[in-house]
């Protein structure tokens, strides 16, 4: 037998082998977790239903489901990467887990990026439920695949700053308070039920700067209308991906 062949090796794993157990660590919570499940698939899903359905929004003519589903599918990247994703790693923060991370060879924008990989899959997961749901109720999508891509990377790298930057500066308690605040104030003057140009033009200028806006209308745009890339929609939302990233890399505390 060779010498040092049981001697152990201490050390850090690569930091890629860290993010990738994090994130599959992370999505394992988040998928057993049944007040996240309310608000990440249920929820989406009852809207799209419900409103496809029943004649209560004026949606500009068509098929309502042609303009809800898009609409929809942005809310279900915000109810994961910002709301449901802030209020789980408020309390993270609040038992002392982030703590104990903090003191493991994991950094501190590693951690941020396992978050937003599970993000993302749990994302899969639901954009395909909807869209067979949507199927199931009529819709007929159009546009290009790349563009919807684009615009639902960049919503969740905007969301999930956003979020984190909450989750990370605020006690868990207002966290929890403000993150269902603006999923119900978006969810309703964000384009996702009622459109933007049911507002006063002065609100809806200011309302199409929003995060949540820039991808639900892009989707729209995309998805209804069969447009091209949206670029405008795109650039809001980079915009808000790099500041609400930017600032959660430099405020994030761990306890």
Known sequence: MSAGTYTPRPGAAPVGRMIAAQAAFETKMLLRNGEQLLLTVIIPSLLLVLFSTVD????????????????VLALAVMS???TGQAIATGFERRYGVLKRLGASPLPRWALMAAKTLSVLVTEVLQIVLLTVIAFGLGWSPHGNPF???LLLVLGTAAFS???LLMAGTLKAEATLAAANLVFLLLLVGGGVIVPLDKFPEAVASVLALLPISALSDGLRDVLQHGGGVPWGDLGILALWAVLGLGAAARLFRWE
């Open 161 to 163: 700053g956003l979020g």
């Open 147 to 149: 563009a919807v891509l």
């Open 80 to 82: 994961t990467a910002f």
């Open 56 to 71: 209560v929004v004026d949606t500009g003519g068509g098929e309502p489901v042609d303009f809800l589903a898009p609409g």
